[in-house]
């Protein structure tokens, strides 16, 4: 009968060592989900173009302008007319006036407007001479109000 009870003794044993082990675990692994959450994991998705991408963004500058990285991703030169980006708080609309964006070369659109916020995805897209490419961003955004300037003192109007 001896031999009997430090199996069972042993058995017990083997349990509270993998149940405390298992616990930890769980505890663990709650604590880092948790911290996460409250974290914006940044992504930038789709502009399948082997022509132009977003290679970074940034909505830190004092200004309250998001600033976004366009490539040229072609061999050949490129324009950029028109970059629109879209959220459920607000619309951008810009009419690019570069001229051309040589292979390979960078090119920075300052975006007003926009700065840190909370974490939301936003739609993008961004015209070219040959076509519209589409994307999204996620990350920390907030879409200012922007103040409509003043009309020109000599502006007349009659109907």
């Known amino acids: ?10 058995a017990i044993e083997y349990l509270n060592i993998y149940t405390m082990a298992i616990i930890v675990i769980a505890v663990t692994t709650s604590i880092g989900y948790s911290q996460l959450e409250d974290e914006c994991v940044e992504n930038v998705e789709g502009f399948d173009s082997e022509q132009i991408t977003i290679t970074e963004y940034t909505t830190d500058n004092p200004d ?7 490539e040229n991703q072609a061999f050949d030169i490129t324009e950029v007319e028109r ?21 390979g070369d960078d090119f920075l659109i300052d975006v007003p407007g926009i700065e840190d916020g909370q974490c939301q995805t936003i739609n993008v897209m961004i015209s070219t001479p040959e076509s519209e490419i ?6 920390s ?5 922007l103040e409509l300037p003043e009309p020109p003192s000599n502006l007349e109007a009659s109907l």
């Open 141 to 145: 955004f907030e879409f200012l109000e």
């Open 64 to 70: 309250s302008t998001a600033s976004m990285n366009i």
């Open 1 to 10: 009968m001896p031999l009997n009870r430090w199996k069972a003794q042993s």
């Open 134 to 139: 589409e994307g999204t961003i996620t990350g």
């Open 83 to 103: 970059f629109e980006v879209n959220s459920p708080e607000g619309q951008r609309i810009l009419n690019v006036e570069e001229d051309e964006i040589g292979p």
